[in-house]
């Protein structure tokens, strides 16, 4: 039978350890994907694009209220806007100043307000918190050459709840220097779910970026979408240099993910996301806030 089961947060700003769960969007929270039909329904790209449709128009707007209101979300740290649909509301952006991104160079700031797993490097034989073939290299960036690089090297996950700011930032000054588009479903992101089918994150439509930086070598970075999150659209032209909290792209809808492979050597994930993540917690991190350091 499907399975929907809360996950531990520790929020960063506050110093709580809290259980996440949004039941107005149990299936972002399903453990058991295979055995859900509802799962399996809202993995279809038609559902997308259907879900789309119906929150771009004007009678989804009347969710936005009590979306602000059940999740406590602060509309005096976006930029003022009269929102026509839910779809609308979804899309808001932080005012500027609200967020900052590290003025030293060597530190690496969040390039997404959501919840981070992190490891030193990834050992294929992890079990826990999500299986070390769930986060294969070579799977999610598509090709054996492009996974060489990051042979041995740091990896940060990302997951972005329903309630989350849905906007990507660049971590560093750098530029692309490869991209690919591969993936068709999506399913839900949540460790629970990786662990009942590992597969997940290699059927998941996804936006592969081979990035270039100044202080933290080549990265992988890696958007995923998920359940309802199949619109990946990027911001930032790809043949442009960008500069550290630059936007980069923005997912719609709903939850979605981002996978970040680095390089031996080059930088190491902070102290708090790789204890969090031997103890199976996710940590819950404001955009621009220190994520990693140089090596």
């Known amino acids: 039978m499907a399975k929907p089961m809360p996950l531990s947060v520790y929020a960063r700003h506050s110093g709580k350890v809290v259980q996440e769960f949004m039941d107005d969007h ?11 039909p509802t799962q399996w329904i809202q993995s279809q790209p038609l559902y997308d694009r259907l879900y789309a449709a119906f929150q771009h128009s004007r009678w989804s707007a009347k969710q936005i209220e009590p979306f602000i209101q059940k999740n406590h979300i602060n509309m005096e740290e976006f930029e003022p806007e009269h929102y026509t649909s839910f779809g609308d509301f979804f899309d808001r952006r932080f005012r500027p100043g609200v967020r900052t991104f590290p003025a030293e160079s060597g530190t690496m700031g969040a390039f997404a307000e959501a919840r981070y797993f992190a490891w030193e490097k990834i050992d294929p ?25 990051f042979s041995g090297g740091p990896v940060i996950t990302v997951r972005l709840a329903p309630v989350d700011y849905h906007h990507v930032h660049y971590p560093d000054t750098g530029k692309t220097l490869e991209q690919d588009r591969l993936g068709r479903r999506n399913w839900t992101v949540n460790w629970h779910a990786l662990q009942a089918k590992e597969d997940i994150l290699f059927e998941n439509e996804r936006q592969v970026n081979i990035l270039e930086t100044r202080n933290f070598g080549r990265l992988g970075f890696v958007e995923i979408g998920a359940l309802t999150v199949g619109r990946i659209v990027q911001v930032h032209p790809l043949d442009a240099p960008y500069n550290r909290g630059d936007e980069k792209s923005v997912f719609r809808f709903g939850g979605s993910s981002i996978v970040l492979f680095g390089q031996s050597g080059a930088w190491r994930p902070s102290d708090d996301l790789l204890r969090n993540t031997s103890e199976n917690i996710e940590t819950f991190v404001r955009l621009g806030d220190a994520v990693g350091k140089a090596g």
Do not use: C, D, N, W
Not at 130 to 148: D, F, N, V
């Open 26 to 36: 149990r299936s972002t929270y399903e453990s058991k994907p295979r055995r859900s």
């Open 125 to 149: 034989e992890q079990r826990f918190p999500i299986k070390g073939h769930s986060l294969s290299a070579e799977q999610l960036l598509g090709t054996a050459e492009r996974a060489h690089v």
